[in-house]
C-alpha cells in the first residue's frame, strides 16, 4: 500500500504560561495527526525554554488526506501531586502542505515559530516545529512502537509519588555504616 510519511521535528517552546504549583516537574508535548497520538520526552526548562529536539514520524495512508488537515501539538505540563494539565496547544493546517508535496515529491519546512493557543483563544509563548513530507513511499506495517497512545498510559498513584520522595530523604549511607559496624563489633566479639 503507498501513501506518505510526514515527520514532525519538535525543537523547543519558549514563553509558556507560568503556573507556580507545588510539585511542577516538566513539560511534554501530545502531537496528533489523524488518528496517531505521539507523546514527547519529559523535559524541565532551562532559561525559559523547554528544549526536545524529538524527531517524530506519522505514516498516512492516501485514503486518510481528506480526513486529516490538520496536526495538533498539545504542550503538557507534568505535576507531582495531581494530574497533568494542557498549557495550550499549536495547529498546523497540513492540506497546503500535502498538496504542495504531492506536486513536487517532497517538501520540508525548517524549524519556524507558531503560536501557542491557550484554552480562553489568546496567545502566549511559541513553538518551534520543523514538518517534512514525503508522498508515494512503500508503507509497511505501522508499528505501534512509534504511536503510542496517549490515553492508555497508566497513571501513577499518588502513594507511589510520596513514597519516592520520602525514599529520597532516607540517609541511605548512615543505615548502611550502621550495619557495617554492628557486623564489625560481631566478628570481633566471636574472636
Known amino acids: 500500500m503507498r501513501g506518505g510519511a510526514l ?12 503556573a507556580h504549583l507545588l510539585g511542577s516537574s516538566g513539560h511534554y508535548v501530545i502531537i496528533q495527526c489523524g ?38 501539538a498539545r504542550t503538557m505540563k507534568q505535576t507531582k501531586f495531581s494530574e ?10 497540513l492540506s497546503e502542505i500535502l498538496m504542495e508535496g504531492c506536486e513536487k515529491g517532497f517538501v520540508e519546512i525548517k524549524p519556524a515559530a507558531y503560536n501557542i493557543v491557550l484554552e480562553d483563544g489568546t496567545y502566549q509563548g511559541e513553538m518551534k516545529l520543523g514538518i517534512r513530507y514525503i508522498p ?13 497512545n496517549y490515553c492508555e498510559q497508566k497513571k501513577q498513584s499518588i502513594c507511589r509519588d510520596l513514597l519516592s520522595i520520602a525514599l529520597k530523604r532516607i540517609p541511605w549511607s548512615k543505615l548502611f555504616f550502621f550495619q557495617k559496624c554492628s557486623a564489625y563489633e560481631e566478628s570481633k566479639k566471636s574472636e
Open 7 to 18: 515527520e514532525v521535528l519538535l525543537v523547543r517552546a519558549e514563553g509558556l504560561k507560568r
Open 35 to 72: 488518528n496517531q497520538t505521539i507523546k514527547s520526552k519529559i523535559t524541565t526548562e532551562i532559561d525559559e525554554r523547554v528544549w526536545w529536539n524529538e524527531k517524530f514520524r506519522f505514516v498516512l495512508p492516501q485514503l486518510e488526506f481528506q480526513e486529516m488537515p490538520k496536526l495538533i
Open 84 to 93: 497533568d494539565y494542557s498549557i495550550g496547544e499549536t495547529i498546523i493546517h
Open 136 to 148: 508515494n513511499v512503500e508503507l509497511k506495517e505501522q508499528r505501534n512502537i512509534c504511536s503510542k
